[in-house]
């Protein structure tokens, strides 16, 4: 099947966890940046962004880890 | 403060680039989470989808690009799919949140989803453009023969039902929440490329 660089349990948690951590980073930016910044809007919704992929990754990883009997 | 229509800007190839790059993790993880025997790349929840319809809506073209990109990489060198197949699908990716474009561009409906007008618009054209990519898709599988016409009639209403899910649902959650915020950005797209 998948030709991948890890086991494909441990790459989805590895690529879950970036995206988490991604998703921290844009928090962190958005709340350093002021309300008046050229980038505000753009580091609001791009913490938006991550979080909602990484929220459905999570979804994704549990939908699939009980299907394929990994928990 | 929201910005005025400009040219195309290095700035949307660089949008095109990160974003794409964070729709090929999804694509590459939602891709089997509900598989469909005998149609290749088939997903019952097409997790990017959701993702590339709203940046579409944000970037123009460029979020279009970004959801290609992303399902190019995500759905084709690990799961073993001929060329044929994976490009196909990327190339169906493409053009499904551009008939969404070009639906909200006709109708000027505001991709902040306020009225209930723009949510109606926003529902329907989901479904016409996911079930046109979905025939464009399908029907290039069947002349490939790698799908028969009775999976292409299945593979056309499970590619629909899967992707309008995903996208009504993780699609309207961004639009409704992070639309406004994009509307600031320079990059921002009014038409289809600036």
């Known amino acids: ?71 | 403060m929201e910005t005025v229509r400009g040219g195309i800007k290095p700035g949307h190839l660089v949008v095109s680039g990160v974003f794409g790059g964070i729709c090929a993790g999804a694509a590459l993880f939602s891709i089997i989470m509900v598989p469909i025997p005998g149609i290749p790349g088939g997903s019952g929840f097409w997790i990017p989808a959701g993702l590339y319809f709203a940046l579409t809506l944000w970037f123009g073209f460029w979020g279009a690009l970004a959801g290609h990109i992303g399902t190019f990489i995500g759905m084709g060198p690990f799961f073993g799919f001929t060329f044929q197949v994976w490009a196909d699908g990327a190339l169906g990716d493409f053009l499904a949140p551009l008939i969404n474009l070009a639906i909200f561009r006709a109708t000027r409906a505001d991709p902040e989803l306020k009225t209930g007008r723009d949510m109606g618009i926003w529902l329907i054209s989901v479904i016409i453009s996911t079930c046109l990519a979905a025939m464009w898709i399908h029907f290039v599988n069947y002349s490939f023969g790698t799908i028969t016409f009775d999976l292409w009639k299945w593979g056309v209403i499970a590619y629909t039902i899967g992707d309008t899910l995903a996208v009504w649902i993780i699609g309207t959650l961004l639009l409704r929440s992070a639309t406004k915020y994009i509307k600031t950005f320079p990059y921002y797209v009014k038409g289809l490329f600036s």
């Open chain 1, 1 to 71: 099947m998948a030709n991948l660089p890890l086991p494909y349990a441990q790459f989805f948690q590895l690529v879950t966890a970036i995206y988490a951590a991604i998703s921290v980073i844009a928090v962190l930016w958005n709340r350093s940046l002021e309300k008046s910044s050229r980038y505000y809007g753009f580091s609001r919704a791009f913490a938006i962004f991550m979080i909602v992929v990484t929220v459905f990754l999570v979804i994704s990883y549990i939908a699939q880890a009980t299907f394929m009997g990994w928990i």
